[in-house]
């Protein structure tokens, strides 16, 4: 994850809860007052985003200290402390809720994206997201789902090439709509078809796709079709699939499966944060 990008997003974040000053804080507490407190894990999950705690009180008052006790991607266990922050109350407990809003959020996708690479079992193929994100968070939602085991597809429209259905409704057919994107785009960016039928299938292996992705096919259709797509075709299949079905693509034999829940449907894992002498938010 881009520290860097990471940093200014916390500040844009920061700056929308707190805007002219956190009047509860300040008003109760001088700038000076210390006190501690801890990160909790109230659910079982995959933590992910522990960069956020650091970076966010550094830039809330430096003279916050924070001590992280796990690492993103590791399996946590509720009642775990993830980590201590030592320093000022009023600027601890300013950052406390944009802190956990992050973390909880990026926790479940990392969550989520781990119970469905052990649901298909099958190291042969690479689950990934798409770029059904929160807008804003693309960057920490896909890194989450790296946390969980996961894969990352294209960023964005920048970074890959997909023509999907209405690209090819607009422009006519597969063939056409590749042999446009061949001619004015460079080589090094891959040219992805979202196919629905074996005819289309076959249209874009002849066009010369480099990946193609088999839409809302069952594991039998998925067989079949990859018996027409050539070993140096990269296969993904996405659409239908849900976290109690997903064992069911296991062995069949593409290369990529992308799902969008992890990223839109994802349910936050509990974390509180806990002043040492006091109760959870």
Known sequence: MNRLKLKTMLQTFLEEDIGAGDVTAEAIFTNDEQGSGDFLMKADGVLAGTDII???????????????FHRDGEKVIAGTK?????????AILTGERVVLNLLQRLSGIATLTKQCVDALNDTSIRICDTRKTTPG???L????????GGYNHRHGLYDGVMIKDNHIAFCGSITAAVERVRHKTGHMLRIEVETESLDQVKEAVAAGADVIMFDNQTPE??????????????TEISGGITPGTIRHYRGSGVDYISLGFLTHSAQAIDISFLEKNGKPE
């Open 82 to 90: 993830i980590a201590t922050v030592v320093g000022p109350i009023q």
């Open 137 to 139: 968070l693309r960057m």
């Open 141 to 148: 939602e896909k890194y989450a789902v790296t946390c969980g």
């Open 54 to 68: 650091e970076i966010a009180y550094q830039l809330l008052d430096p003279r916050i200290q924070v001590t992280l």
């Open 221 to 234: 259709d998925i067989r079949e079709l990859s018996r027409h797509v050539p070993s140096a075709i990269t």
